[in-house]
């Protein structure tokens, strides 16, 4: 992609308005929070002490709205307890250039790196940056900076009691989430109805499970409706692939293509009811058709083998799956010591979330773990902390007041990604101009005096956090309007501030998008070892299934989870990766667009017949199978050097697993689900093997026996 092909694209995402639902009475939460702590500053008289103030509610409430499994009221605290750190900190140092420059380049660099947590904790260490550079304007003695520190995490504090004494719709993310997968489940069994090869995006089922981490706490007191569907809608999806595939289910045509069509529309619709069902609260509402149709006929059309097998277990799945869901909500039982101890393991439909002690070691392992060159997490904590000190010394240069304005505009908009940077660049600057052109012409024409700025400030807090899903230019254009007001309760004239939030605004943009185009992490070099690992894991969730299909009484259900686990990690990986490299301004190398799309189609296949085999697993207690074993036993080491040859674009070859597979079914006569699924995943390994070779460029490179590695 071009540049400025990447940039048209990049401005038209920041300036996309989306619509979505909203919380009103969330967000009317959340600005009381601001609102009761600019009150009481105002009450005692210090409109100075308002306006910083007002910063700890602000972010704090700001980070709830995320999209985080943890408790609200944990987040605000969390929050605000490092914007108190922060602004202590900057408080002490604000007073002496150099060291405030060292001390925001060190600061904004860990905040940087805390995007290897996860995405709430990055978006709290900007804040945290973000309070940092308000402070260098205010008193620098050292009670001053108690007071303010103290007055920051008592916002925290008010937004969190807030969310516990005022709770609105309890476990509503953890219903949103269950409801998600249950809803992609029906989704996908109306798309295999006319596609029974048809794709699954695994992400709302990792969701859900995400969801399902709680605390021992929260484990005593989920709601019932939270427990089992999860599991069950883990246990249908492969259900639903093995009844609809034509090799190892009903035939692509006649009556049992019929019966598994109605079964699916049947499933949809009950997948459709448990998820309403889950979503509000209520019991579950069936229509009589779907459950005339899950009975087993009497008559007419009939499934037979594999296919009746799968009809069978989606119709008893199904029924759990209702009788789960309709029952009354009630507190679940106490968690045994022996459940606590193994922290986040699986224990029946739930997980238990490891305790703020033990998820210490995890994030510093997280953090180990990005702390090199290649990270693009770790090149964008350099990139933010370079742009943060420069943009505060330019800021200061510069003959307008508000100089940390440019830093706080570049630290806000600056993301690990290309695609975010820019877009959130444009959206910024075009957000600011529209909230400053409203507020700067609002206090022209009224001239309100401190409380009623602060009213109007209030207002765009709603605002905000109202609109805060709409898009990023919406949130900017309130924040902006909200500065200006807030402003204007400690009489600062609005003609200046509209005039140096535009030109700051401007000033950080360019330096957050110049500072990506010149030290940039591009994502497509690492398609490949992307790509990789996405067979790695792959392969090690086939290998647990075949493994098991081979040895029946060895089997460990767990090694097989956690494969299952691993692999969608894994491709969650690489479709966040690919989806970046698209929008990436650079030219591939050795990994085209066209053949990244191929080989992920691929490997997606590959998954899928793997987890149909996994739905048709014997029991524990069958014969074992030779041809099973033997072809997990070659499937091992062509799968490494597959792996190995992705990585350095060296050439596929599946040769020598055909052979046993070709033994195999010779030997069975392509009876059964195991060789039949065998030859569809050789099928899959051979789309992938011709999508890598038939890349253009790539083989122009190895015709040369170079390969440039790009930075």
Known sequence: MTWSRALKDAARSGLTIERTKL???????????????????????????????????????IVTFQRSMRPRPVLALAVAGALAVST??????????AAFVLLLAGWTLLAGMA????????????????????????PTSVLGALEHAALIFFGGLVQATLIVVFPVRPWGTQRDALADALAAEADYARRLRHDPVAPFDPAPLMDARLAATVTARQ????????????????????????LADPVVGAPLEGPERDRARDLLAAAATVLDAVAHAVRHARPVRLPPEAMATLEVPATGPMLHGPARRSAYRLISLLADAVELTDEPVRAT??????????????????????????????????????ARWSSHIFRHALRVAAVAAVGYLLGTALPFGHGYWAPLASVMVMRPDFAQTYSRGVARFCGTLVGVAVAGTVMALVHPGAYVSAALAVVCVWLMYLLMRT???????????????????????????????????????LLAMLSY???????????????????????????????????????????????????????????????????????????????????????????????????????????????????????????????????????????ALRTVWEWWDAETGSEGVAPRTAGLLLDALDELAEALSGDPEAREEGARGTIPRPQ
């Open 23 to 61: 919380t009103p009475l969330i967000a009317v939460r959340g600005t009381a929070g601001v609102a009761l702590v600019i009150g009481l500053c105002l009450w005692r008289g210090n409109p100075a002490l308002a306006v910083s103030s007002a910063f700890g509610a602000f972010s704090s409430g």
């Open 88 to 97: 202590f900190l900057g408080y002490l140092a604000a007073a002496h250039v």
């Open 115 to 138: 995007w290897a947590i996860g995405p709430v904790s990055g978006l709290a260490g900007t804040q945290t940056v973000a309070i940092m550079l308000v402070t260098v304007t205010l």
């Open 219 to 242: 484990a005593r007191r989920r709601p019932v409706q939270l427990h089992g569907p999860r599991g069950l809608a883990e246990r249908v999806r492969p259900v639903l692939a093995s």
């Open 333 to 370: 039982r106490p968690t045994t010591e022996a459940e606590r101890g193994q922290g986040g393991r699986e224990q029946g439909s739930h997980l238990l979330r490891p305790s703020v002690p033990r998820l210490v070691p995890v994030a510093l392992r997280s953090l180990h773990r990005e």
């Open 471 to 509: 898009g990023f230019s919406v949130t900017s254009a309130c924040v902006a309007a909200y500065v200006v007001f807030l402003l204007g309760i400690a009489g600062a004239g609005w003609e200046q501030t509209v005039q140096e939030r535009v030109v700051l605004t401007l000033v950080g943009g």
């Open 517 to 655: 185009a010149l030290f940039p992490a591009w994502e497509t070099p690492r398609l490949r070892d992307r790509l990789a690992d996405w067979l790695e894991a792959n392969g090690r969730y086939a290998l647990a299934v075949w493994e098991a299909c081979a040895r029946p009484a060895a089997r460990r259900p767990r090694q097989v989870r956690e494969a299952l686990l691993d692999a969608r990690a894994a491709r969650v990986a690489w479709e966040k990766s690919e989806d970046r490299a698209e929008k990436e301004p650079v030219r591939h190398r050795g990994l085209s667009p066209g053949a990244a799309k191929a080989a992920g189609a691929a490997l997606a296949t590959m998954g899928r017949v793997t987890m149909i085999l996994e739905a048709h697993l014997p029991a524990t207690d069958a014969e074992p199978s030779a041809g099973a074993a033997a072809f997990a036993a070659e499937l091992r080491p062509s799968l490494e050097r597959a792996t190995k040859a992705v990585r350095e674009r060296g050439p596929l070859n599946w040769s």
